[in-house]
């Protein structure tokens, strides 16, 4: 195996950075960007070098576990996949509803298809549908355009102005960073919209941080404002979009100051921003997926999409309203096999407690990897008591966290430093390798082992294929394009059928082959409105979703919020106050801000409930209107100090 190896990270992230990673004794010594890479170009985030740490870290369990009496006790893996397969084999046998499998967004490669494949020949057991991540803003999207496509990363440089709406590069979109350089260095503006105070606001040419949910208000006051001074692309409008007349009636239903209002900014604000907009085409708007974690999601997005058709960004360069990519549209989807069990009982994702508690037949079995919902799943306490009241559950994974602890049976995951595979992004085309830098671990296992092992024991011939023959076969319509395997394990290429401008002929595949303009809209209603403060669960940049090892644990959530707000609650910086609504509490250490707004109450998410960092205590299920996601925001709390005794 070679010192040095180009891969990419495979975390939950739209960067899904290229890497080379070198290695010295059987372990990883560097982890760093590949220069070569046309996305990361040699950058990385911070999280990065954690990865390295993250692999050897002494926490991490390569052993199989089993509990016996309570408690977990090593095995061998031929003891652990027995017990597995005489679970899953009696139960498909009898009631195979009762299996329940579950697969996290963790690690999301090309192989990972075939986890669903395994299940769909075992038979029609239970699994999840909806998402935790971005399925509103993909389904919103899917309504306007009639298919969901961004623009090239690169195509932003042809951009007169960028709309960071609810991004936060700083964090979460490194490869916007040199853009966003770029595009200042030009004398063309960046904006952010975010009512966080984030890293990104010193980054920006211009800030404006609406009251939490109320963006669709915005984007709605500032069509108002193009359509009055007749500066919209008319032409598209009146001749490429669906419902002109109904979204124009929509619009200027109400006027600024009390569209302004409902988003708590100044009418000078927005009409600053709407000058800029009008002197600035073509914009880019980049939508971030905090965007995505409202109930009625897609009334703001939808509403930003149609701001976008009215300044003139649809089909052009530089242009767009950008959400993200179809990180499955390098790959054969029939390689899932979901035609075989069209019918199979799904859970909603995000109401996943719920639906446990009234599954009937009610789970029996159940296997989770690449996630840990105990901890990631909104109503956290729900969803663990629901789990804990499953008689048979096993976890793939790296450590004992939330989920793991709740198993009967613990099997010890390889890192994507230990893997072969290949992966795609939602942020970007670039179809990356995914190189093993050493060997695994332990005796932990990749997925794909574990389930090709899974399928010769159930005999499912078919099934078990050598992993390059598996990757040709799930790659096929990438490959068929005129790349080749050998040229994407080499160090990755752009997919070829990814366009840099959607629709550049301005057609959409909708029945009309016009754009959908929204056409109604009503404020949607707060969840808790007596609670002081909305509840921001936000991406830290010390980790990612719920990996937060090798990092000294944190042992207490902070919690941001105004420093004004702080001083009238009698709370000083570094105290610890409790974070409580319907749900319950959390104890947190304050922290100030004096830019932040003073209804917003702003968290790190992924911590874990055995060190009381969970945040999901707090966050209420709530499914999306549309695309079956996860309304996070829509939770508000109260804070208290907590006076020492």
């Not at 007349?245 to 600053?272: G, I, N, P, T």
Request: aromatic share 8%.
């Amino acid at each position: 195996m070679s010192p040095v190896v180009k891969t990419a990270c495979t975390r939950d992230c739209p960067n899904t950075c290229s890497l080379l990673a070198k290695s010295e004794g059987g372990r990883v010594i560097a982890l760093y960007g590949d220069p070569d890479a046309p996305t990361n170009r040699g950058r990385v985030c911070r999280k990065c070098p954690g990865f390295v740490k993250r692999v050897h870290d002494p926490a991490r369990a390569l052993r199989p576990l089993l509990k016996v009496n309570g408690a977990f006790e090593p095995v061998s893996w031929d003891l652990a996949l027995g017990v597995l397969v005489e679970k899953l084999g009696r139960l498909a046998q009898t009631q195979p509803e009762s299996i329940l499998y579950y697969q996290g967004f963790g690690s999301r490669t090309a192989l990972k298809l075939l986890n669903r494949r395994f299940f769909n020949l075992l038979g029609p057991i239970t699994t999840t549908k909806g998402t935790i991540c971005g399925g509103a803003g993909q389904g919103a999207q899917d309504l306007d355009y009639g298919a969901r496509i961004s623009h090239d990363v690169r195509d932003h440089e042809n951009s007169s102005m960028m709309v960071l709406w609810g991004r936060n590069p700083s964090v979460t979109s490194l490869n916007l960073l040199p853009v966003m350089r770029s595009l200042q260095s030009k004398g063309r503006p960046v904006v952010l919209i975010d009512p966080v105070h984030t890293a990104s606001v010193s980054l920006c040419s211009m800030w404006l941080a609406p009251r939490p949910g109320t963006d669709a208000q915005l984007a709605l006051a500032l069509s108002r404002l193009v359509l009055e001074a007749g500066a919209e692309d008319r032409e598209f409008l009146e001749n490429r979009c669906e419902g002109f007349s109904a979204y124009k009636e929509m619009v200027f239903s109400e006027d600024l100051a009390a569209r302004a209002a409902a988003c708590d900014l100044s009418q000078e604000e927005v009409k600053a921003l709407a000058q800029t907009l009008m002197a600035h085409k073509p914009v880019s708007f980049v939508l971030g997926w905090g965007l995505h974690r409202w109930r009625e999601s897609q009334v703001t997005i939808r509403s930003i999409d149609a701001l976008g058709a009215v300044v003139g960004s649809i089909g052009v360069p530089g242009g767009g309203v950008s959400q993200g990519f179809e990180e499955y549209q390098p790959y054969d989807w029939s390689v899932w096999g979901d035609e075989l069990r069209p019918n199979r009982r799904r859970l909603f994702m995000p109401l996943l407690g719920e639906e446990l508690e009234k599954a009937d037949p009610p789970i029996e079995a159940a296997l989770f990897t690449a996630g840990n919902p105990a901890a990631t799943l909104p109503d956290s306490r729900r969803v663990q008591a629901a789990l804990r009241r499953i008689p048979f559950m096993a976890v793939s994974g790296h450590f004992l966290d939330d989920t793991a602890s709740l198993a009967d049976l613990f099997l010890p995951a390889t890192t994507f430093l230990e893997e072969d595979d290949v992966v795609a992004a939602y942020g970007h085309s670039y179809v990356c390798p995914v190189n093993p830098a050493i060997e695994p671990l332990g005796e932990s296992r990749s997925d794909f082992d574990l389930f090709m092992e899974l399928g010769r024991r159930f005999g499912f011939s078919d099934y078990v294929k050598p992993k390059e023959e598996w990757l040709k076969i799930v790659l096929a319509p990438t490959l068929q394009l005129g790349l080749s395997l050998e040229e994407i394990k080499a160090g990755g290429a752009w997919q070829p059928d990814v366009p840099h401008v959607p629709f550049p002929d301005r057609v959409f595949p909708t029945p009309t082959g016009k754009f959908n303009l929204i056409g109604e809209f009503t404020p949607p209603a707060s969840y808790d409105p007596e609670r002081r403060f909305a509840l921001m669960s936000v991406s830290p940049k010390e980790w990612l979703c719920s990996e937060i090892h090798p990092f000294p644990r944190p042992k207490i959530l902070p919690v941001t919020v105004n420093s004004a707000v702080a001083e009238s609650l009698n709370i000083a910086e570094g105290e610890e106050v409790w974070i409580r609504n319907s749900q319950g509490r959390l104890r947190a250490q304050a922290r100030l801000d004096p830019e932040l707004r003073a209804d917003v109450a702003v968290v790190p998410r992924g911590g874990w409930d055995m060190d009381g960092c969970n945040v999901n205590v707090l966050t209420q299920a709530v499914l999306t209107s549309v695309g079956d996601g996860t309304a996070y925001f829509e939770s508000r709390v109260d804070l208290e100090k907590i006076e020492s005794s």
